[in-house]
């Protein structure tokens, strides 16, 4: 059973313009939520994460906005350049083990120049 | 530097052999965990440990072995018993409160 699922297998976006990815959850006990970016053949590296008790967080170009009532998150890239083509995956977790993670099955990115 | 060191970054492995992965890591974190990536799939959790010598069972813990008797190694062990283990496998570390940190991955292909 998929506790977190990235629905949109793939995106693509022209330079400049905003990316959003989004991420659904079903498990209510997850009240930690982060992004990661990864390039083939190299491990996840993280981009920002997501506390239950907001609703938004920024960082940059980075926003991750959370709708606890909907299970559901995203995460915006404003501006999106060449370089921010990769997978993202969501993943979540619950308590104070971040390193115990669900992981939703990633978005290819692709930002066109 | 400070990071986490997975060892090999390629491994071939015969059906019916045991292969050991290896992760070193230098940032004294308490946690350490192993994830398996499959294509197009995101990652599934095979062990983790949060202290030295104790460890629990991720997701997909069959076919799996690891130990934990040093703070900085966290090997695991691929068993025969493991239908398919060609897949892509990160070791990650974390320490309360923070965020996961991964190393750079083992790709272990069967021959």
């Known amino acids: 059973d998929q506790q977190v699922k990235q629905n949109s297998p793939s995106l693509s976006v022209q330079e400049g313009r905003i990316s959003i990815l989004n991420c659904d959850y079903t498990?209510?006990?997850?009240?930690?939520f982060l992004w990661y970016k990864k390039y083939p053949a190299e491990g996840p590296t993280f981009l920002i994460s997501?506390?239950?008790?907001?609703d938004k967080n920024e960082d940059g170009r980075f926003t991750v906005f959370l709708n606890k009532s909907a299970k559901h998150l995203s995460l915006h890239i404003v501006p999106s350049q060449p370089g921010d083509s990769a997978v993202y995956f969501c993943?979540?977790?619950?308590?104070?083990?971040?390193?115990?993670?669900?992981f939703g099955q990633g978005t290819i990115l692709t930002v066109h120049p | 530097d400070g990071g986490i060191t997975q060892s090999p970054k390629y491994l071939f492995r015969k059906e019916g052999q045991n292969v050991t992965l290896s992760c070193e890591q230098n940032?004294?974190?308490?946690?350490m965990y192993w994830y398996r990536q499959d294509p197009g799939q995101g990652l599934r959790l095979i062990y983790y440990s949060q202290i030295v010598n104790d460890f629990q069972k991720g997701d997909i813990a069959e076919g799996y072995s690891v130990s934990r008797e040093k703070k900085e190694s966290f090997p695991l062990t691929v068993t025969s018993a493991q239908k398919n283990p060609t897949a892509f496998y990160l070791c990650a570390t974390a320490q309360r409160n923070t965020e996961a940190f991964f190393g750079q991955g083992t790709r272990l292909t069967v021959v």
């Open positions: 997501i506390s239950s008790i907001k």
């Open positions: 993943a979540a977790s619950g308590g104070t083990s971040y390193g115990k993670l669900t």
């Open positions: 498990n209510s006990m997850f009240d930690y």
């Open positions: 940032l004294n974190h308490d946690a």
